[in-house]
């Protein structure tokens, strides 16, 4: 038997025209197995089971942040369903997809991910994959499990906060962050560093230090605790709270080259479905829940949509507050100390520029208008905001206030 006899293995009696079938019917089908290989290791699947692997599972509501087309990730989970490799649930009236026979598939399909991939799944994704599939009736674990992946996609999404542990230094190693790296990790990551000790351990208190955060992103525009409080205020532990991000605050001391934090992390991102939320916690007056007395100097409302994911990315980039008070308020002079907090001054004009959506200022400017609109008449007071923003300003702020809506 020839060459291309041995190769195909077909008898040399059968014509030309079907020896060129038969190798043809071969190439195509090793361009099928290859193709099927591949559909793992790039492309939309790629990403969704890299997703998994890092956060335990993917949200639905998160999908509209993640590169491409969304259509196609819902077509592709369905077909993943169909192949076995995920289950698709609905929990507190929200979808969610996971992986499942997790050590078959790996094999199978998530073999060629990196290295890093199966322990860090096992360490901190399997805890999450259990809640979003609990049952509990009122839904507390599930609901934290969707959380916890809607910051993952919203994070991934922008394409320049590290998440996946391919792209980003383990605090546990000995590597230092660079002071221009852009990276999120969460509150497991931080506890699991063995840093600090986060169990409190005396005669009188005996616990384990909780947080309702879900994780911490370091930047050059900021370092910033991460909450994500839903459709409501989240029931808010000042204490613990506190006592978290002064861990956070030494964490970044130790890992972040030429990063250095007195006391506690002063910022926090928070998170909510909408701008409503925000204003229940601007004008919470119960300490149980949150509100802006969080202990935190400055607190960022970040809606969960298109505005917020955009307002996310902004507050990655170095002065980025800097740069947006000189858009918003050219002609303003800047802060200066006074009986009210404010961005910016011009003659008796007095403006808070909200396109920050820092609420902690935006409460002090309201509170400070009020002490004193009886008493300095003469001066005219303007709160700046994008559109987005502008109902929820208008609902808070108090009459003698102008508002000025920006494109």
Not at 315 to 334: A, F, H, V
């Amino acid at each position: 038997m020839d060459a291309v006899n041995e190769e195909y293995g077909y008898s040399p009696d059968i014509g030309d025209e079907y020896k060129q079938l038969i190798k043809e019917g071969d190439r195509r089908r090793k361009r099928t197995e290859k193709g099927r290989r591949k559909r793992y290791e790039q492309g939309y699947r790629n990403t969704l089971i890299k997703l998994m692997l890092t956060s335990g599972g993917i949200a639905y509501s998160g999908l509209k942040f993640l590169p491409g087309n969304k259509r196609m990730y819902l077509r592709k989970l369905k077909i993943l369903e169909r192949e076995g490799v995920v289950e698709i649930l609905r929990r507190n009236k929200k979808e969610i997809a996971r992986l499942v026979n997790f050590e078959e598939n790996y094999e199978k399909y998530i073999s060629h991910m990196p290295i890093g991939y199966y322990g860090y799944y096992l360490q901190h994704g399997k805890p999450t994959h259990k809640n979003l599939g609990s049952k509990e009736k009122n839904c507390t674990r599930s609901d934290r499990g969707i959380k916890h992946c809607e910051i993952y996609e919203m994070m991934y999404g922008t394409g320049i906060i590290k998440i996946l542990p391919e792209d980003k230094t383990e605090l546990s190693s000995t590597e230092s962050l660079r002071s221009n790296s852009i990276c999120y990790y969460t509150i497991n990551e931080m506890r699991e560093c063995q840093l600090f000790d986060f169990h409190i351990n005396n005669e009188k208190d005996k616990r384990t230090i909780g947080s309702r955060a879900f994780g911490m992103l370091i930047s050059p525009g900021g370092i910033y605790a991460v909450y994500n409080t839903g459709k409501a205020a989240m029931i808010w532990q000042k204490s613990s709270e506190g006592q978290m991000a002064y861990y956070m605050a030494q964490i970044v001391t130790k890992k972040c080259e030429g990063s250095r934090i007195s006391g506690a992390v002063k910022n926090c991102i928070i998170i909510g479905y909408d701008m409503n939320v925000f204003e229940n916690i601007l004008n919470n007056g119960l300490a149980i829940y949150l509100n802006t007395d969080s202990g935190y100097d400055n607190m960022y409302a970040v809606p969960y949509t298109e505005d917020g994911f955009k307002m996310l990315l902004r507050m990655t980039q170095s002065e980025w507050e800097e740069t947006l008070n000189e858009e918003i308020l050219p002609d303003y002079e800047r802060n200066k100390k006074g009986s009210i907090v404010y961005d910016g001054i011009k003659e008796n004009v007095i403006a808070l520029n909200f396109c920050t959506g820092n609420i902690s200022r935006l409460k002090k400017f309201i509170t400070g208008v009020q002490w004193v609109c009886n008493t300095q008449a003469d001066r005219h007071y303007e709160i700046f905001c994008y559109s987005y923003q502008e109902e929820f300003i208008r609902h808070v702020a108090p009459n003698p206030i102008e508002i000025h809506v920006v494109d």
